[in-house]
């Protein structure tokens, strides 16, 4: 790979990116508020919090090079991931203090004071992990502010559960139990709320919290590879908002072999494939994940029905031999490259391709 | 004198007492070491797919309780959860809570016929009689929930079919001790076994790469110390509201695999008690729902975790009632491919215990 | 007795007795075989928490192993097209009459015993290895790989396993100064060589039970892996030869355990008053349920490990234990 260029397009990268995250922060912050509003009692779960956080933090583990430059799109992403596992982190804490409140009625008092030991490292945990987000230090101040009061005043609701649980008796038990099942019932409504503005308000309005992860996979792959390998590129809203690229039948090894293997992507497993026969064409559906950076795709090849033909991604992913052959079994996909295509389930005297649309069963006897 | 030697085929299968199912395996052996071994599967495919495009939604239900038999429950919730996906329905509280509750029991006792079945595979008799007894416990439960024993069918697009009779949540919850129980003494019966150890450490080692790279998920990726569950990382249902561990092993071997599936055992009773305590005492089990359930068209690809890996489901609509093109990810089917290679070079009295810690359902494998 | 019937002139009436007399011991150990499976079954449902046999003959299932035979009796006698015919049909029989000739030299009480010769604990494993070539042959004869892969592992097992159980049972030899098994009885009047010879008695178990292709060691018949080893062609009465066979040596076995390490027929302290035969079949009990125990909790030994075990942990202590014995019985004795 060009290092310059690669350094150069980064940059691009970081500028845009930080446009972005402008924009999600204030989506980011409305959320924050509606949820520290909803659970009051404490219980903020952080993809209400941040329904983004979860698939839309850039890479944990840069690639070398990314930290030389100041407020980079990663930085500023890492600093966002962090304060949402600081989130994470606080509403653990407190489960385990509701824990600790429970037990400690129950239980001897040395349990719970064994889980009060643990659930005050866990405040401790998360603090310094506040502090390095503090340290990470990006122009997002105003969002962590936010998150920041959140977690305080869970941290004083949690000191009060324990307090409570110190107490150890029945009551506290009781009380307890209702405010977990609050909490519970008030983060289902916090859901709730979201999932309706999700899917209400921010449908027609085309902004997606994957697109981030969208532009970046087709700036790369532009750059790289040009703009003709990408025949489209969207948000699939139907999937849990993945983002998917179509390809040309020519381009799919190549993209493919570089979704695996560029540095920023690094789409190391293989979690599906498997073909489909829409009538108009054949079409070959691969979902890749990324477990170094923790980012979903999906790639599509549109293929011609009558000599559906594509390249074998085994060479890339030795994951893809199975399915493969599945594939080529039930709908006649040939893999160009596959190192032993068979007609897996059906064996090779079984006469047509069950999946494909046109399929007429066929029997000797009959 | 040279004496000649040659090398044996032997085929393991499609019907052998270790290899769950019918699935055959064509082994090349040069004495008891193995040369080659070739997979042969499709015994048992029964086309759900291609019977699916002819069904509405619901009534394809009940074939997903033919695929992974162990673990009816979550391959009932993978379609249910495209659905809703696809439909954007909500599911209520209380068919969330029962959901999940059917769910772990099912991992539970998934987990528990593994280990009973594969002790059996390994020589040992009786825990193969421990796990069914306690096996039994959580099928009565689940029988009592939907009416069902093995396959289920339980689970609707938008809820459940049924409510939790009286009582239901108390038996669970008492449940939950005894199993402890129990498996404190599957530990001290098989875990801490010479033998056993013996026969199940270092072998059918693969290291995290490689199964990364054959796509292996589930117990069978984070024996290699890749701390990936779909329930923690890609949160579906109501798992963010507990409080549980990935259990993770570094080694890679059969060793490893069986302290995570046992190790999850645990983990999932953590859930089950959490899911009893924050059980909603009222409420509908199903949300709201079109009469007729049609999905919008376009594409969905969900994943969640099933007791042997993720399980997937990809549908593709036309607007119809019946999906245009429905796809299972299947775990068993892949996870099976990295077999050939960990039994290349192996003693043939290993292939059983490999095969066996790989976990497999033919019923899945075949579809 | 016996030694007078041994000595005395040929005649019909000699014969008609000795046949009545093996045809007793026949009975006694077709008896033992009968309720000994059954309670094999029974132990083990026991200790699985189920109930094992409970229909045929009462509630105690007391008829059970009888109607399991007499299935087996009628059963069609299949022969694979391509087996070797002659060596499968007589494989069986091979198998089954070495284990019925070592219970000559075992001496039940001191009145209750058959030949009483100088080397009979010689005899009894020179004998029994006989079985070895019966099942080899059968699991070649059935021209089954699963069956030949059986023969081969029971044929390098039993021959591995001698070893260790020859040398073993050597320290006991050493101490009684006999092979002859009446006068190793003798030998332990005061004091059972399993507290004299702990280490020989644990090497002289594992050996035993390996030889008895049972569990952990029963990787010939390995039934999750190899189907059922070297008998998975044979059904019917030549399959219940195999399987008459291995407890016709469990018999043997366990007898043999008592009379070497746990005193034969001597009682336990004051407890002189219980008779002889009693004081033997309660520790041959002991022994047989030890064995059924064992079967009920382990997982199977691996090949290459149980050949190892042999060659590297048994052999080498029991050639302690000898040297040890020798060393102890030439200063204290």
Known sequence: ?366 | MMLRTEEMILNVGPQHPSTHGVFRLILKIDGEIIQEATPVIGYLHRGTEKIAEGLQYTQIIPYTDRMDYLSAMTNNYVLCHAVETMMGIEVPERAEYLRVLAMELGRIASHLVWWGTYLLDLGATSPFLYAFREREMIINLLNELSGARLTFNYMRIGGVKWDAPDGWIDKVKQFVPYMREKLHGYHELVTGNEIFRQRVTGVGRYTKEEAISYSLSGVNLRSTGVKWDLRKDEPYSIYDRFDFDVPVRDGGDCLARYECRMAEIEQSLRIIEQACEQFPPEGPIMGKVPRIIKAPPGETFVRIEAPRGEIGCYIASDGKKEPYRLKFRRPSFYNLQILPKLLKGQNLANVIAILGSIDIVLGEVDG | MMEQWLESTPSWSNIALFFGLGALLLAVVLAFVTYGILAERKVMGFMQGRIGPNQVGGRFGLLQTVADVLKLLLKEDTIPKAADRPLYVLAPIIAFTPSFMVLAVLPFTDSFRFADIGVGLLYYIAVSGLTTIGVVAGGWASNNKYALLGGMRAAAQMISYEIPLVMSALGVVLLAGSMNLVDIVAAQKDVWFIFAQPLAFLIFLIAAVAELNRTPFDLPEAESELVAGFHVEYSGFRWAFFMLAEYVYLFAMAALVTILFLGGWHPVAFLGWIPGAVWFALKFCAVVFVLIWFRATFPRVRADQLMEFAWKVLLPLSLVNIVLTAVVKAWFF
């Open chain 1, 1 to 366: 790979m060009d290092e310059e260029k690669d350094l150069a397009q980064r940059k691009k990268e970081a500028a845009e990116r930080a446009k972005q995250l402008a924009r999600e922060r204030l989506a980011a912050k409305q959320a924050a508020e509606q949820a520290k509003q909803a659970a009051e009692t404490g219980d903020a779960r952080s993809d209400d919090l941040n329904p983004s956080s979860d698939v839309s933090d850039g890479p944990a583990n840069e690639a070398p090079g990314g930290a030389a430059q100041p407020p980079s799109a990663e930085d500023i992403a890492s600093a966002k991931k962090r304060v949402a596992e600081e989130v994470r982190a606080k509403a653990a804490e407190l489960r385990r203090q509701r824990e600790a409140a429970e037990s400690g009625a129950e239980d001897d008092l040395e349990l719970a004071k064994k889980k009060a030991a643990a659930a005050a490292k866990a405040r401790a945990a998360a603090l310094a992990k506040q502090k390095a987000a503090e340290a990470a230090g990006s122009d997002d101040e105003l969002a962590k502010q936010k998150a920041k009061a959140a977690a305080a005043a869970k941290a004083r609701a949690a000191a009060l559960a324990k307090q409570q649980g110190d107490a150890a008796d029945d009551e506290a038990k009781q009380k307890a139990i209702a405010a977990a099942k609050a909490k519970a019932a008030a983060a289902a409504r916090a859901k709730a709320a979201a999932a309706g503005e999700d899917g209400g308000a921010a449908k027609p309005s085309a902004s997606s919290p994957n697109d981030p992860l969208l532009q970046k996979y087709v700036r790369i792959i532009e750059e790289h590879l040009g703009p003709d390998v990408l025949e489209d590129a969207y948000i699939n809203r139907l999937a849990k908002d993945v983002p998917t690229l179509v390809v040309p039948k020519e381009a799919y090894y190549k993209v493919a072999e570089f979704l695996k293997y560029n540095e920023q992507l690094r789409f190391d497993y293989l979690s599906e494939l498997h073909g489909t026969d829409f009538q108009t064409h054949m079409e070959v559906y691969v979902h890749l994940y990324s477990y170094p950076n923790r980012q979903p795709v999906a790639l599509k090849v549109k293929i011609e029905r009558d000599n559906p033909e594509v390249d074998s991604l085994v060479p890339l992913w030795p994951g893809a031999n199975w399915p493969e052959c599945e594939a080529y079994d039930l709908l006649g996909i040939r893999f160009r490259g596959h190192p032993n295509l068979i007609r897996i389930f059906l064996g090779e005297h079984w006469v047509g391709h069950p999946l494909r649309k046109d399929y007429e069963p066929y029997d000797a006897e009959v």
